[in-house]
């Protein structure tokens, strides 16, 4: 159907319909943003042995994350008086779009898709880059001093960490001669990428953790040291659209990183009856797994160390990779 | 014209994400307004800084590190823009095109490399 409406003729009608489509994929990312919430905090839980959330919708608490944006939406919000006002509204704003716009070139299926960008990996990357703006602007516009050193260390994390995971795929695009995200797809039909970048992946995942600011990369909100770091003068609703922001992009790192490295909605042999979108879903999970594993796991980074990691080790082993796929390309195809 | 269609499609979508990305933000901001208490008071409005009065302001001058990393992430952002066409074009390009690609990353390795034993990669 969307095939249909991709190639014909633009409409107010078939634009009325994108939008619609859109607007349906948006709640089907805030229904997974409420639910990978519960599901951090729960696996963390059990992870520590705890219980994690249990009162509020069952023993499963199925309901916990539902009932604290409810409470969010009934807070005051607060705008510091010293705050530069316009930059501080329009920060989240900022910082979200981007986040949710990333979304549109990401193919679900082979029928479960909004759009059929020929850029779709660039599109991706390029859009992805404007949050660290938005991030910087509302660490910036608090005049808050943690804030600001939130802001600043993020902005240095998310640039030092765009360089080896910008490069990592580009042995990706070498094997595929695309940069369309469903020819990648179709290309892993016999062999996902894992296995024949198995470099790229791991560049990938570790530079993917520190793109999203999560443990072990979360400097710019080192609680210990900075408080919450770039949205400490952030309350309400609009603090919300941070917190928002870092699992939509969880969402389409996730997405990304399956469709790249797992072959997307490509079926294991032997399985092929069960649906492509089911096993998008599976490896997208284990992805998301991965990552609630890693911050359940792994401690907190210095910010030396941090730096030196992506210049010195993730930076260098992202060109050999490059290298090294391009040799074997010219040998083997 | 279906191909010309298709490139148009597909950014009335890319259009329609960002009209959305904007419109949700706005739409529940405007409805909390409704919802929310709204009672400022000064002591509300200061800027937090761990209890004590805040101050002067936080828009100093800073430390000139990050405008560094800035300016390497620059670079190789732009060498990633040159590594891109290149790579999609490979398979047309052929063998001479990865010497050519190789000279060019080996340039580029030797900046680090300078960078580096000039300890600009090093924090603090």
New interface residues.
Partial sequence: MIEELLYSAPSYLSTLIFFALGAGLLMMVLGFVTYAILAERKVIGFMQLRVGPNRVGGPLGLLQTVADVLKLLLKEDTIPKAADRPLFILAPVIAFAPAFMVLAAIPFSESLRFSDLGIGLLYYIAISGISTVGILMGGWASNNKYALLGGMRSAAQMISYEVPLVMSVIGIILLTGSLNLVEIVEAQQNLAYLFVQPLAFFIFLIASVAELNRTPFDLPEAESELVAGYHVEYSGFRWAFFMLTEYVYLFAMASITTILFLGGWNPVPFLEFIPGVIWFAIKFSIIVFIMIWLRATLPRLRADQLMSFGWKVLLPLALLNIFISAVIKEIWF | M?LY??????Y???L???????L???V??TA?KF??????NKE???????GIE?FH???VQ??VR?YI??L??VI??VE?VF??PW?????KLG?FA?IE??IF?VML?IG?IYA?KKKV????
Avoid: C
Avoid at chain 2, 16 to 22: A, K, P, S
């Fill in positions: 279906e269609h298709l490139y148009q499609n597909n009335l979508v890319v329609m994400f960002l009209l959305l990305g904007i949700l933000p706005a529940a901001l909390g919802l929310r208490p709204s009672k400022p509300k409005q200061t800027t937090y800084e761990s805040p302001q936080s828009w800073y430390n990050y990393f800035a390497l992430f190789f952002d990633t590594l891109y790579a999609v074009a490979y398979e063998i990865l690609m190789t990353i390795l680090l580096w990669l090093k924090w603090m």
